[in-house]
DNA sequence: CGTCCCACCTGATTGC
DNA sequence: TGCAATCAGGTGGGAC
């Protein structure tokens, strides 16, 4: 589900309704695949923590810690990381709402709420690290246009699983990958070393323009995505072919057609790309 | 190293 | 209706 618009939705949320709340306790659910630190690291680093900043680095949400008693500089601690993968949810919730089947970890506040984290097909990871952390690539909202078409230069993979990689651009996933190369007029399984140079500056601009739109409207809900407080978003709206498969291109009316390109499910007009 | 493909999970939807 | 097959926003590891 989440990419870096829905990531940086529910960052914000988490950020703006428990900055500077005191971790009480911690629970976890002991589903070994959840956690990429061991539990036990992770339930010391965060018991008695205050959670200082929460942001977004690609597709993962940051925690940044801390336990100074006093606002003054405190000494840096540790970064919590969560990583929602498909189905992952970070819920803010009052403590007297039932648990929803498949929480995998339960912060109790300072202040009596919760911070809940859910993921039916457990493909979301939680950690802890003791940098700050960076993640694997460049973030697609500052990049700059030089540094953008150097990381397609002597790729011979399609354009639409350069996107997909990480490594070289992070918090681009499936459907924003998609909703760039429709705006771009770029077909998803063109080389990514052959597209010219102003193909790549059209490609950065309409990737700036897509999540940041997308952004501005809470991401997209396509089956199950909400936002920290339970609340969906409604860029899928705005969708051009993401999960548009034979409805009418809406620039030209022809059918969009959906294809596999790098073992994805992927979505273009055979008209406007080319 | 770059690239491809599959496994990892559950649940919703499609098709027979 | 019922059940099996298919598909889903993401990664990470192994094979080549």
């Known amino acids: 589900m989440p990419e870096l618009p829905e990531v940086e939705t529910v960052a914000n949320g988490v950020h703006e309704r428990v900055r500077g709340q005191r971790i009480v306790t911690v629970w976890t659910s002991g589903k070994p695949q959840t956690f990429k630190s061991p539990e036990s690291e992770i339930e010391e680093v965060l018991t008695g923590a205050t959670i200082r900043h929460v942001r977004r680095v690609g597709k993962t949400i940051v925690m940044t810690l801390d336990r100074a008693s006093s606002h003054d500089t405190p000494p840096f601690e540790a970064e919590f990381l969560v990583h929602l993968g498909m189905t992952g949810r970070l819920l803010v919730s009052?403590?007297?709402?039932?648990?929803?089947?498949?929480?995998?970890?339960?912060?109790?506040?300072?202040?009596?709420?919760?911070?809940?984290?859910?993921?039916?097909?457990?493909?979301?990871?939680?950690?802890?690290?003791?940098?700050?952390?960076?993640?694997?690539?460049?973030?697609?909202?500052?990049?700059?246009?030089?540094?953008?078409?150097?990381?397609?230069?002597?790729?011979?993979?399609?354009?639409?699983?350069?996107?997909?990689?990480?490594?070289?651009?992070?918090?681009?996933?499936?459907?924003?990958?998609?909703?760039?190369?429709?705006?771009?007029?770029?077909?998803?399984?063109?080389?990514?070393a052959r597209l010219?140079?102003?193909?790549?500056?059209?490609?950065?601009?309409?990737?700036?323009?897509?999540?940041?739109?997308?952004?501005?409207?809470?991401?997209?809900?396509?089956?199950?995505y909400v936002d920290a407080e339970g609340v969906a978003g409604f860029f899928q709206l705005e969708h051009r072919v993401y999960a548009r498969e034979g409805q009418p291109c809406r620039v030209c009316g022809t059918p969009i057609r959906k294809i596999v390109v790098g073992g994805r499910g992927t979505h273009f007009c055979p008209q406007c790309q080319r």
Request: aromatic fraction near 4%.
């Open 196 to 224: 010219t140079r102003s193909e790549l500056e059209h490609l950065r601009l309409s990737l700036v323009d897509v999540l940041k739109r997308a952004i501005e409207l809470g991401g997209s809900s396509v089956s199950d």
């Open 94 to 192: 009052q403590a007297d709402i039932p648990l929803p089947p498949h929480t995998h970890a339960v912060l109790t506040l300072g202040d009596g709420r919760e911070l809940r984290f859910v993921d039916p097909r457990r493909f979301g990871r939680l950690s802890v690290h003791r940098e700050i952390y960076a993640g694997p690539g460049a973030e697609p909202l500052s990049i700059s246009a030089a540094e953008f078409a150097s990381l397609f230069r002597g790729r011979r993979t399609s354009i639409k699983a350069a996107l997909l990689n990480q490594s070289l651009l992070h918090g681009v996933g499936n459907i924003y990958a998609d909703e760039a190369l429709a705006r771009a007029g770029i077909r998803p399984r063109r080389q990514a």
